[in-house]
């Protein structure tokens, strides 16, 4: 009955848990944190190492040498020094059609008499179209080229400012044959200008392609050439008129400009895929509406019409279109597979 069937309370503890060992032991460490400034055992001493491949301790074999590793193509991490650069956005201009281009297109409608107009006009669709069929079949060639040979593809990658120097000669080769109505008209300037301009573009657009796997260009390609299609078989079987809306289309191809410029300021200092991304899926949504409303503006039965003179501005301005749009489905499917 004298003795009590609980355990000692913290403060009846008779003692320590362990007696004082004989001998020249050291003391065992106290529980908790150590003193500051103490050594650590079995750390070493400071300074410490300052890599995150240092061994800790001398003899030790280092850690793991730095990437690339064998197989991976690229440096694990955020986009930052050291690591490849984004692919280079597409081009950015806004669509624009000259007032002296347009005229009406009553005397140009299938449901008229005029059959002289029509036949003119059958033969100014089939030039547009062998004239954008030789473009594409340049452009397909160049991005071939540029994906499939090696060498041209480190080239390309490497020295960027070949890429700038096509975009400010695509760019001026454009406002001249958008702005200027002789060199646009007049043969063989026309041509030449044309010329140039497809060249120019094409070779931006095998260089953007080279930045993406071959899988994702053939897709690319082929969601581009199903969505032109159906386009253009929506624009000649459809009653809805595109033409009535230009106003709506000025203001939709200065928002996508305003929003590449924008989107471009913001890449060059943070690399934001989101972003990317969302003026990607914005870029291909206009522009297979700006490439109905040229089709449209092509066929000539509506409220508005391309002159038969232009046949260099229509041919150019569906060339742009088609090529935006494998640009922008380019980003997205490349993005998602990466």
């Not at 609980?6 to 032991?25: A, D, F, I, K, L």
């Not at 070949?162 to 760019?171: H, L, T």
């Amino acid at each position: 009955m004298s003795r009590s069937d609980y355990p000692p309370g913290y403060h009846e503890s008779p003692g320590p848990m362990y007696g004082p060992q004989g001998g020249n032991y050291p003391p065992p460490p106290a529980y908790g944190f150590p003193s500051f400034g103490g050594p650590q055992p079995g750390q070493p001493a400071a300074p410490y190492p300052t890599g995150p491949n240092t061994p800790l301790f001398p003899g030790q074999p280092g850690g793991y040498p730095p990437g690339p590793y064998p197989g991976q193509p690229h440096h694990g991490g955020p986009p930052g020094a050291g690591y490849p650069n984004p692919p280079p956005m597409p081009p950015i201009i806004p669509p624009t059609i000259p007032s002296d281009a347009l005229s009406s297109g009553d005397e140009f409608a299938a449901r008229g008499s005029n059959w002289d107009s029509l036949s003119i006009r059958h033969a100014f669709i089939r030039k547009v179209y062998l004239i954008l069929a030789s473009q594409l079949l340049v452009t397909t060639a160049i991005v071939a080229v540029f994906t499939f040979v090696q060498p041209v593809r480190s080239f390309v990658q490497r020295n960027q400012a070949v890429y700038w120097v096509s975009y400010a000669v695509y760019f001026i080769t454009h406002l001249v044959l958008v702005c200027c109505k002789g060199p646009r008209r007049k043969f063989p300037w026309n041509v030449i200008l044309l010329s140039v301009f497809t060249l120019a573009l094409s070779y931006m657009t095998g260089s953007i392609s080279s930045y993406y796997d071959t899988k994702a260009v053939f897709l690319a390609l082929g969601i581009t050439a199903v969505v032109c299609i159906a386009v253009t078989v929506f624009c000649f079987q459809t009653k809805v008129d595109f033409t009535k809306c230009q106003g709506l289309f000025c203001v939709l191809g200065i928002v996508m400009f305003v929003t590449g410029i924008i989107t471009a300021i913001v890449l060059s200092f943070k690399y934001m895929l989101w972003l990317h991304m969302l003026y990607a899926a914005l870029g291909a949504i206009a522009f297979t509406m700006f490439l109905a409303y040229h089709t449209q503006l092509l066929i000539g039965n509506r409220k508005h019409s391309i002159s038969e003179e232009e046949y260099v501005f229509a041919a150019l301005s569906i060339y742009v279109d088609i090529v935006q749009i494998f640009l922008f489905l380019l980003q997205i499917i490349g993005a998602s597979t990466k």
